[in-house]
């Protein structure tokens, strides 16, 4: 790969985390205004009945989603590097019937145990056909989720974000009217209206330029059984770590009572929401790209170093800003109670060099399709940070945590490199690993300073943010003023 092409990458990569990650603060403040609408109209009553409903939605969605959302992008991104429209066409339709499928299992098996959802939600028979109702919005989410997917896959990157902003703002207009007039009895109407237009706004932006292939239901179903597999492992794998978070919170109030267990969501809400939104907004354009050359693992290797490398560079000013402002962050976003997390955070923060690299590294078995390496890479990672969360808690309190946090992270970039190494040869490089070297370096050294000389650390935090905008800056608008 040249020169040229190197840097081209790295502007997109830039201008993808700008893009999607503009686009999530857009969606969590439309997420914030409306549940702060809801809280002043409806109370804790009706904020309570909204999560048990969601909580049913999102639990019955991911049984019976089969993971399409994301085993899919691999597919279409495949497809899409072929250059055979053919081909894409043939994808883009068998995403688009599975997820029809998925979709109208979803809403099924939601009628089928509306009664026991009912019971074993709310106590009661009386919000049977509450759960009736909704199980429609489990088939809107499962066609807005493979018009998603196709869009992401096809790298139509800008529409997906468009999709994104728009979707949340048009449903939020729109379903707010609902509880403010409905009140207690808006909320189902509401929940369905706001599915429903995101929904439609996705299908107003999808991409029409892929015509629909000709398939019969058996080629379908045949088509679509790698995706559903690799689907299945990540379902399973995602389902596994819910179920291990769920057990160290029932230990930690076993052990110290509710306000443990508060601390500990509050500190992990902050570390994995708000600092892993780059996460989120990279990985929309890292995933498909990877998946379209993942028969080149030259090339692979070399998008894995450059997206680390992008990854560090981005990372090392929040890490050094979250710091030093911890503190306020958490008075503002909760209460100086919450000041028991303080410890947590500096100790947790140190191993997001660690997390970058090796989610770099990681997607690789996402985009080679190795659904079952994916699943055993995850599952140790899952026991082994499970296990350092209960030993560091029994020695260290939510300071152990936090250091568990950062010591699996450590241990997952060497497991999840020794496999990727190994079965596929994928090496990120010297100036992936130098470019970690430099971000846990610094951010250790800001941590020192700040427990030590307060200034000091103020004044290196200042240093290392005005020097990270600009060489940002230099490979947002001239990328190859930054490679000479």
């Known amino acids: 790969m040249t020169r040229d092409n190197d840097n081209n990458i790295y502007r997109l ?40 409903y969601n909580t049913a939605i999102e639990t019955i969605t991911a049984l019976t989603g089969l993971g399409i959302r994301s085993s899919s992008v691999r597919e279409i991104s495949e497809a899409e590097a072929s250059g055979n429209r053919h081909k894409l066409a043939h994808v883009a339709t068998v995403v688009k019937r599975w997820s029809w499928f998925v979709g109208l299992l979803g809403a099924v098996v939601m009628i089928s145990l509306a009664p026991l959802l009912s019971r074993w939600t709310f106590g009661d028979d009386e919000h049977i056909w509450g759960f009736v109702w909704l199980s429609c919005t489990l088939l809107f989410n499962a066609l807005l989720s493979g018009e998603q997917a196709i869009l992401q896959g096809t790298r139509q990157l800008r529409k997906l974000a468009k999709c994104s902003v728009y979707g949340a703002v048009a449903a939020l207009v729109t379903s707010v009217p609902l ?56 379902t399973v794998s995602s389902f ?14 076993y052990k110290s009572g509710e306000s443990a267990v508060g601390y500990y969501q509050a500190g992990f809400t902050l570390m994995n929401k708000y600092v892993g939104l780059i996460f989120a907004a990279m990985a929309m354009e890292y995933y498909p790209r990877l998946a379209g050359v993942c028969h080149d693992t030259p090339l692979m290797s070399r998008y894995v170093g ?11 000013p929040i890490m050094a800003l979250f710091i030093v402002l911890h503190p306020f962050m958490v008075r503002i976003l909760y209460t100086a109670e919450f000041y028991a997390i303080n410890d947590y955070l500096l100790l947790a923060i140190q191993g997001i060099p660690y997390k970058a690299i090796s989610w770099s590294i990681g997607f690789v078995l996402l985009a080679k399709g190795d659904g079952k390496l994916y699943f055993i890479t995850e599952l140790l990672s899952d026991s082994i940070t499970f296990t350092l969360n209960i030993v560091g808690y029994e020695y260290f309190g939510l300071q152990g945590v936090g250091a568990s946090y950062t010591i699996g992270f450590i ?8 496999a990727c190494r190994r079965k596929y040869g994928i090496e990120p490089g010297r100036k992936s690993w130098k470019a970690t070297a430099t971000t846990i370096v610094a951010t250790t050294a800001i941590y020192v300073a700040y427990i030590l000389l307060p200034l000091l650390a103020w004044i290196l935090t200042g240093i290392i943010v005005a020097l990270s905008c600009v060489m940002l800056y230099r490979k947002w608008k001239n990328p190859a003023a930054e490679a000479q």
């Open 13 to 52: 990569i830039t201008r993808a985390a700008a893009l999607f990650g503009g686009a999530q603060v857009a969606s969590i403040l439309c997420s914030v205004i409306r549940t702060k609408l809801i809280a002043v109209w409806l109370g804790s009553t009706g904020v309570g009945i909204i999560g048990l």
């Open 240 to 253: 596994i770590t819910t179920l291990f978070a769920y057990i160290f919170s029932a230990y930690l109030n």
């Open 306 to 316: 450059q997206q680390n490398e992008m990854m560090q560079l981005m990372l090392l």
């Open 411 to 418: 241990l997952y970039l060497i497991i999840i490199y020794v």
């Open 179 to 234: 509880y403010y007039f409905g009140g207690i009895e808006g909320i189902v109407p509401a929940l369905i209206v706001y599915t429903a237009v995101t929904c439609l706004v996705t299908l107003l932006y999808r991409n029409k330029e892929i015509p629909a292939a000709n398939l019969t239901l058996r080629q379908t179903a045949h088509s679509g059984k790698e995706m559903v597999v690799l689907g299945i492992f990540m």
